[in-house]
């Protein structure tokens, strides 16, 4: 089924150890975006990419890289991890910058120890 | 204060009710999503609109640009329509703006 794949589904990390999160879409979208969700503050921006070839920092960028990979992947990286990114990280995409056929993955929950 | 402000927090409602879910922003937006949460975690866009109103089987969603203001409205509610949902705002260029989400349960 066409949609945005993400992995791993679930991941437990010690203080310092880095780890990617792979994101992949099949819709041909131009844009991919990373989000985190805690409870309490919804959903914020760490990175998007508008297009191929282009990133950029959103609400909560530190602590985080991102790579645009070709069109279909944009992964995020956690060079040294620390218990306040422990959240669940959301990989979305869309046809274009401003939303239109927003199609969210299935969600990381991380966990920080 | 939050650019996006949903109301209520919380909805408990029994089946078959007439269920709404507000939404106001103070950003300027050209366009606003409606997302669906569920249990699992899973996310899904159930509308985005620019202007006046959409509707998908059970569910309407409206938005008022002068008032900015926005509703999910939902009929003949099901326990299945249990999840959270948030609206989130399109405003700038590249820019999602997120309520915080209303956690709604249906009681059969």
């Known amino acids: 089924n066409a949609g945005v794949t993400q992995t791993p589904k679930f991941q437990v990390l010690k203080t310092g150890q880095s780890m990617t999160l792979q994101c992949a879409q099949d819709m041909n979208h131009n844009s991919m975006y990373w989000y985190r969700q805690d409870p309490g503050m919804g959903l914020r921006l760490i990175y998007y990419s508008a297009s191929e070839g282009t990133t950029d920092k959103g609400e909560v960028p530190n602590g985080y890289n991102v790579s645009r990979l070709n069109k279909r992947e944009f992964s995020l990286r956690l060079e040294s991890a620390a218990p306040s990114q422990t959240s669940v990280y959301f990989c979305?995409?869309?046809?274009?910058?401003?939303?239109?056929?927003?199609?969210f993955g299935s969600g990381t929950r991380l966990t920080v120890v | 204060k939050n650019e996006v402000e949903q109301s209520p927090q919380n909805l408990t409602a029994q089946e078959g009710e007439f269920i709404t879910i507000n939404c106001s922003y103070s950003v300027g937006i050209s366009a606003l999503h409606w997302l669906q949460q569920h249990p699992g975690g899973g996310i899904v866009s159930l509308f985005m609109l620019s202007s006046g109103k959409k509707k998908h089987g059970r569910l309407i969603a409206t938005i008022n640009i002068q008032e900015k203001h926005s509703s999910l409205h939902i009929t003949a509610s099901h326990p299945r329509d249990s999840a959270v949902y948030i609206c989130?705002?399109?405003?700038?260029?590249?820019?999602?703006?997120f309520g915080q989400g209303t956690r709604l349960t249906i009681n059969p």
């Open positions: 979305a995409s869309s046809e274009r910058s401003g939303g239109y056929g927003y199609t």
């Open positions: 989130a705002a399109v405003s700038g260029a590249q820019k999602l703006v």
